[in-house]
């Protein structure tokens, strides 16, 4: 990943190949964003002016570069726009920025940046500092907009030498002006940046990974080695002993596939932690919809029906190279949904780990029997609180588009604060609801529940499927994060093209939250 340091060097005198200015939408035209007073002063205090004649006007997402006044050591500027100028207190537009940017718009703004450099040894970053926050939300713009997967591009010999997009290379090292390299605070949000980032990158790996090479298998000895290294508890439950076990749900899915499933147990705890928490993840390595066979056009990107497992492994290695003070464990539930002689037909009975029977009217609904075995299978821990994450129905994508992804639960206040915790980190999220007429749809005539319901609220049948097989008493929410998890279209912001890492950070804040105390 990029190297990020903090420097407090002035812009005009630190050798860079580019010097990354903020430009803000103001009233009557482009404002200069704070933290580039000194390659405004270079152009005589003019720089607004000299944006607005190439055309910008600070709009989020908006790139503009231009040659560096005499004197500086860096040969190029390049101004990133950051949307409306923040208000005064007043609330009029401010010359001063007003009451500080917000940290999504620094983090898309710092994303946007990145990835245009690519191919760059050093850029300097002057944008708006005025707190830990925002150093932090710079730093993941950065980390995450330099992104690039590009494992299976060029030859043997070149592989592994960092080249990425037209051969040019992610930006080497980013400099963030205005960051006190000793203030613990500054040097704290940068730490931390660092080690979600890294985690959330490792998961947009894995989500780009083609099928034939990420196997249920193969994404177990992964999380075996990251947990080796991070001092993880790590247990993989193969075929042989997921049968011994009574897994029908994840059995019944991976019956299809020559790439037997496994259930992954990560276990990351703290020896003054007072609270616990279980992260449950899909992850079907890849989807044809069994035989309920998805049509064509709808199988090429299935590679990506893992992307729930993939957060939750990020959040909890994450929460370990954090240190936080919570427990946390991940349940990974890995299979292949493929069609075979032996695959799981239409009509067949399951039988899941918690006893309770589903008749199959569907195999492309593999995700929620999967899920209702790990989340059994977690319940029995009896932990505070229990979040899976799944890029589970079409249904949700419908509902709220490609960027948004749905929150259900079985608490309000808990929705509530998975919402917020959602949005507070970046990640669009929308609470739904679960309306109890539709688990009448679900009801069958030769087992306890069928694994489809009304077509109508597709998404919404799903989570009362899963709230189905969450222990009594346990307070649980449901992610649908079908729409974000894999963006099919052009990078923007600090999100690439392909996988994204969706909800990664949403888990992990949610265990700070609970580390702190302040998640009930």
Not at 72 to 83: N, S
Not at 244 to 254: E, H, N, Q, S, T
Not at 402 to 424: K, P, Q
Not at 460 to 469: D, I, P, S, Y
Request: charged share 20%; glycine share 14%; with cysteine.
């Amino acid at each position: 990943m990029t190297a990020l340091t903090l420097s407090t060097a002035a812009a005009p005198g630190l050798r860079a190949d580019a010097i990354v200015i903020g430009v803000a939408k103001g009233a009557q035209g482009p404002v200069v964003a704070p933290g580039a007073e000194a390659v405004d002063k270079a152009y005589d205090g003019k720089l607004a002016g000299v944006l607005e004649t190439l055309g910008a006007s600070g709009a989020e997402g908006e790139l503009t570069k231009l040659p560096a006044p005499a004197g500086f050591k860096a040969p190029l500027v390049v101004a990133v726009g950051l949307g409306a100028q923040p208000a005064d207190k007043d609330g009029e537009d401010g010359e001063d920025g007003g009451p500080g940017y917000d940290a999504e718009a620094l983090r898309k703004a710092a994303g946007v940046a990145a990835r245009a450099l690519a191919g760059s040894k050093k850029a300097a970053f002057a944008l708006p500092v005025d707190s830990p926050g925002a150093i932090g939300a710079i730093s993941e713009g950065i980390l995450l907009g330099a992104y690039s997967f590009d494992t299976y591009k060029g030859d043997a010999q070149n592989a592994g030498n960092g080249k990425a997009r037209n051969g040019k290379a992610p930006l080497a090292e980013a400099a963030l002006l205005g960051g006190k390299p000793r203030d613990a605070a500054h040097k704290g949000a940068v730490a931390r940046a660092v080690a979600v980032c890294e985690e959330l990158n490792r998961a947009r790996d894995l989500i780009n990974t083609p099928p034939n090479d990420l196997t249920p298998a193969s994404f177990a000895a992964i999380a075996q080695a990251a947990a080796k290294e991070h001092g993880i508890k790590v247990q993989v439950l193969d075929d042989k002993a997921l049968v011994k076990g009574g897994y029908g749900g994840i059995l019944g899915v991976g019956g299809g596939s020559a790439a037997t499933p496994r259930l992954v147990k990560l276990s990351y705890t703290h020896p003054k932690a007072e609270k616990h928490l279980a992260f449950v993840g899909k992850g079907i390595t890849y989807d044809s919809g069994g035989i309920s066979l998805k049509p064509a056009g709808h199988n090429e990107t299935m590679k990506c029906d893992m992307s729930g497992a993939a957060a939750v492994f990020a959040a909890v290695v994450a929460a370990a190279r954090l240190g936080l003070q919570v427990n946390v464990t991940g349940w990974l539930a890995l299979a292949e949904n493929m069609p075979s002689g032996s695959a799981v037909r239409p009509g067949d009975v399951l039988r899941m780990y918690s006893g309770k029977t589903v008749e199959v009217l569907n195999t492309d609904a593999e995700g929620r029997l999967v899920l209702g075995d790990a989340l059994w299978a977690a319940s029995q821990e009896n932990p505070d609180a229990i979040v899976d994450v799944a890029t589970l129905t079409g249904a949700m994508m419908l509902a709220l588009g490609s960027r948004t992804f749905g929150v259900m639960a079985n608490d309000d206040a808990f929705r509530s604060a998975v919402h917020e915790a959602a949005e507070e980190v970046g990640e669009p999220a929308w609470p739904m609801p679960l309306p109890e007429h539709l688990r009448k749809g679900m009801e069958s005539s030769v087992a306890d529940i069928a694994n489809m319901g009304e077509r109508m609220g597709g998404g919404l049948v799903a989570g009362l499927f899963l709230r189905e097989f969450v222990g009594e008493g346990i307070t649980w929410a449901h992610l649908d994060i079908a729409g974000p998890a894999f963006n099919e279209g052009g990078p923007f912001g600090y999100t690439p093209k392909g996988g994204t890492g969706s909800a990664v950070r949403t888990l992990v804040r949610l265990a700070e939250l609970t580390a702190a105390g302040d998640l009930g």
